[in-house]
């Protein structure tokens, strides 16, 4: 008879034990975010375990006194429109560089990558004077052009741009190809899973950015969910419930592309590391 | 058919293309404002004009205390809780590798998760958690931890407490993700030869896992330091400011302060945002020499 491992050994039951514990950490303020939704203010503060009767006078407060369907719009047509040009524009740049090597895009892509040791506070300074004197202050677009060109993004799809072979360039062009089609055509379909995770790369940080809208938005037309969630906890007497309700929508499209595409999520949160 | 000369003209002209919009909106939204910092450092702001005044922001930022007591800040941070986080990380990594086999995935995952909140999202929370009349001093009375409430969020030495924990629950998981990809590359045959030879689980930690994995921690360890330098959302939501009395003031968000809430002097802001980037070029640096050495 072969040997069988003890499948219930003291160790490795303690082993699960403190997993658990840590996981209960981890995951308690996400449980209790949700419970707050029910709750009255003064139950989110104080903490209870057992749902209230609030939700619908939360939800309520939400989209009619602090308009969660306007910030909610707003963060989802900046981050929306931050990938599809981002994406784009990086796509683009990566297969340049990639695929039309030469000593002089050599230089331009180093003087990009080195652009990605700049500590955002010493970039915003100057770049907000800029945007205020374009009067694009309070804009979409001041949020979204400065963040569309990614040297991060641009660095990580070169990398993946490296598996399209350039035999298919070469006999394509022979078929008489234009490089345009070529592109779009065929090496954007191969690349399925790379773009998939620069463009949640992309929409997350859009989705979560917190200091430039910080500094450029200026109204409640523009503002998004991160900065109408601080207004909220800012205000002199604080709406829980309804912070509740706007911080946990705010989580949920991060969390449906979380768990829709794990794979690519984690690639392009990790980044390049092998 | 064509020339070989004006075949490499051609793929010239085509990769010129594709990096074009990149490369311009590169040089209006980074290139530029990097190199007009240089002619902000020069002047003061009095209102809304502004005049030449040299080398005078330097000046000024070396006697302001508050800006070294801030980056201070930021070094303490840095230096309790990057470790402590990074062992956290290599903890459940090798928990999760080595030690467990049913629901590892799930594992994984509730463990990852807290790093797709936004900071915004997390820093309410956990100051909502953290009041003193807030939920976690009342679960730890109630449990006989505590005999009276901690004041997380009031207390100087707190404080910053808080942003650490803050900062731990965001992150471990994340790290633990670089460590897991790190450990599923060592060999499997090295700890069976080890098994072989009779090495103990902790002497096959110390002398198997963790000289492999090194590079993958000098990485986490680079990276967590660099975001410590730019630490601002933490304690401008979770700390309120910087509070108590500038206790978690940090680099970052002093010089947000002097720029757009306490003045919008953008020339000595954008002077003592040099010293932040030279410290993460310093960083960067070492960054390089690790991962290149990583390649060799």
Redesign the interface.
């Given at each position: 008879m072969s040997q069988v491992r003890a499948p219930f050994s003291l160790p490795?039951i303690l082993?699960?034990v403190?997993?658990l514990a840590?996981?209960l950490?981890?995951?308690f303020?996400?449980f209790?975010?949700a419970l707050?939704m029910t709750l009255n203010p003064n139950e989110?503060?104080?903490?209870t375990l057992i749902p209230g009767d609030q939700f619908l006078q939360n939800w309520d407060k939400a989209n009619n006194n602090y308009n969660l369907p306007l910030f909610f719009a707003n963060s989802l047509i900046i981050a929306v429109v931050t990938v599809v040009v981002g994406v784009?524009?990086?796509a683009?740049?990566a297969?340049?560089?990639e695929?039309?090597?030469?000593r002089a895009?050599e230089w331009?892509f180093g003087?990009?990558l080195l652009?990605l040791?700049?500590?955002?506070?010493?970039?915003i300074?100057?770049?907000?004077?800029?945007i205020a004197a374009m009067q694009l202050l309070d804009t979409y677009a001041a949020i979204i052009?400065?963040f569309?060109?990614s040297?991060f993004v641009?660095f990580f799809l070169r990398q993946n741009f490296q598996m399209f072979p350039k035999e298919i360039m070469e006999a394509a062009r022979v078929d008489g190809a234009g490089?345009m089609q070529i592109?779009w055509g065929m090496a954007i379909p191969s690349m399925k899973a790379g773009i998939a995770s620069a463009a949640i790369l992309m929409f997350?940080s859009q989705?979560?950015s917190?200091?430039w809208p910080l500094?450029t938005i200026l109204s409640d037309k523009t503002k998004t969910l991160?900065l109408a969630?601080?207004s909220m906890?800012?205000a002199y007497t604080v709406e829980?419930g309804g912070?509740m309700v706007i911080?946990t929508v705010?989580?949920i499209p991060?969390?449906v592309v979380?768990l829709a595409m794990?794979k690519q999520?984690?690639a392009g949160?990790?980044g390049s590391?092998? | 058919m064509r020339s070989r000369g004006a075949f490499e003209r051609y793929?010239?002209r085509?990769?010129?293309?594709?990096?074009a919009?990149?490369?311009a909106?590169?040089a209006?939204?980074?290139?530029?404002?990097?190199l007009?910092?240089l002619y902000?450092v020069t002047r003061k702001w009095k209102g809304l004009t502004d005049s030449f005044i040299g080398l005078g922001n330097f000046v000024r930022m070396f006697k302001d205390s508050l800006f070294w007591d801030s980056l201070g800040h930021n070094f303490i941070l840095m230096v309790v809780q990057v470790p402590v986080m990074i062992a956290l990380s290599l903890l459940?990594a090798v928990?999760?590798h080595h030690?467990?086999r049913k629901f590892r995935g799930a594992?994984r995952?509730?463990?990852?998760?807290?790093?797709?909140?936004?900071?915004?999202?997390?820093s309410?929370?956990?100051?909502?958690?953290l009041?003193t009349?807030?939920?976690a001093n009342?679960?730890m009375l109630d449990a006989g931890l505590l005999t009276q409430p901690i004041a997380w969020l009031n207390d100087p030495f707190w404080a910053n407490v808080t942003i650490m924990v803050a900062l731990t629950?965001r992150w471990t998981?994340?790290n633990m993700?670089?460590f897991l990809?790190g450990l599923q590359?060592i060999d499997p045959e090295i700890y069976e030869a080890a098994e072989v030879d009779g090495a103990p689980k902790v002497m096959q930690f110390f002398r198997i896992t963790l000289p492999l994995l090194l590079p993958?921690i000098l990485?986490s360890l680079v990276t967590s330091t660099?975001g410590m330098?730019?630490l601002?959302?933490e304690p401008n939501?979770l700390t309120?400011q910087g509070g108590p009395a500038n206790a978690t003031m940090t680099a970052?968000l002093y010089?947000?302060r002097q720029?757009?809430v306490l003045s919008s002097d953008?020339g000595y802001?954008?002077s003592m945002?040099?010293v932040?980037?030279l410290l993460?070029?310093v960083?960067?640096i070492i960054q390089i020499r690790v991962l290149g050495g990583r390649n060799k």
């Open positions: 490795r082993l699960y403190f997993l840590v996981c950490i981890s995951i303020p996400f209790w975010m707050g989110v503060v104080k903490g784009t524009v990086n683009m740049a297969y340049g560089f695929k039309f090597q030469s895009r331009v003087v990009l652009t040791i700049m500590p955002q506070i010493a970039v300074l100057p770049l907000f004077r800029l052009l400065p569309t060109m040297a641009i490089e592109f997350i989705w979560n917190y200091l500094i991160p969630m601080q906890m800012s829980y912070l911080v705010s989580l991060v969390l979380f794990q999520f984690v949160l990790v590391i092998k | 793929l010239n085509s990769g010129w293309i594709f990096v919009p990149a490369v909106l590169f209006v939204f980074m290139a530029y404002p990097i007009s910092s902000l459940f928990i999760l030690g467990v594992f995952l509730i463990l990852f998760l807290p790093a797709i909140t936004s900071l915004v999202a997390y309410i929370l956990f100051r909502i958690l009041q009349n807030g939920l009342n679960i629950w998981g994340y993700i670089f990809v590359n993958v990485f660099s330098l730019q601002f959302d939501i309120n970052a010089i947000y720029a757009f953008f802001a954008t945002s040099y932040i980037v993460a070029g960083l960067a």
